[in-house]
């Protein structure tokens, strides 16, 4: 058995440079970022023809002084998103496991698969809970945090949250910075309170909004890729 001393002074700086250069350019070798952004951008759009064409469920209707309110949910909606959601994350993942075996690397989506079906099961189940548990048609003045605790695990919300582990796994501030950004108009008063309803020639607000900025977005990414790969 014999060993090989390390050399001394700029050799071993030299090579601890080149590990990091190295280990630096399989990250980047490994993103795929726009493939999920597209992905999830068409499951968005996919949402509003299933909408459009869809019947709200109504229940637990009370009468009042002036008509009657209540409950609305729009299954065939719920459903699509909650399927179409874990279908998409299974395409991206399958996508990025394709691209690393083409490149010989290896690929870290498991935490981010996991977060966004984790994210789908928790929506479903917080919807479930509304329609199953709250008593009355609607919430008596719900307070801020908990309407922003709701708008937050519904779909568009859900995506934006899952963003933020792919930019973690990616070590990417450029998607994170996307992810923030993304969220924080999903999640503004005015566009999450347009959530399902139609006010733009018919089409819901946060779903266009939302199918918008992940279509950009992936379109953004790609270009930056192929820009350094032509470099």
Do not use: N
Request: contains cysteine; aromatic residues 10%.
């Amino acid at each position: 058995m014999t060993s090989d001393a390390v050399p001394a002074g700029g050799d071993a700086r030299r090579l601890l440079a080149e590990v990091r250069d190295l280990a630096r350019r399989v990250r980047l070798d490994q993103r795929v970022t726009w493939l999920p952004l597209l992905v999830l951008a068409l499951v968005t759009f996919g949402a509003i023809p299933v909408y459009s064409l869809g019947h709200p469920v109504l229940s637990d209707c009370r009468a009042l002084s002036d008509g009657q309110v209540c409950k609305v949910w729009f299954q065939a909606v719920a459903f699509y998103w909650w399927a179409a959601l874990v279908l998409a994350y299974v395409v991206i993942a399958g996508g990025y496991v394709r691209v690393a075996r083409s490149r010989g690397l290896g690929t870290r989506m498991l935490p981010y698969v996991l977060t966004g079906v984790a994210l789908v099961v928790l929506s479903a189940a917080a919807t479930g809970a509304l329609l199953l548990l709250d008593p009355l048609p609607y919430p008596d003045s719900p307070s801020a945090f908990v309407v922003f605790l709701m708008h937050l695990i519904d779909p568009t919300g859900a995506i934006g949250l899952a963003l933020l582990v792919l930019a973690w796994l990616e070590r990417r501030v450029a998607l994170l910075l996307f992810a923030l950004g993304y969220l924080a108009v999903v999640l503004s008063p005015p566009i999450a309170a347009g959530w399902g309803t139609s006010s733009w020639w018919g089409l819901p607000t946060q779903w266009v909004i939302s199918g918008g900025l992940l279509l950009l977005g992936s379109a953004g990414f790609a270009l930056a890729q192929r820009l350094r790969r032509t470099r």
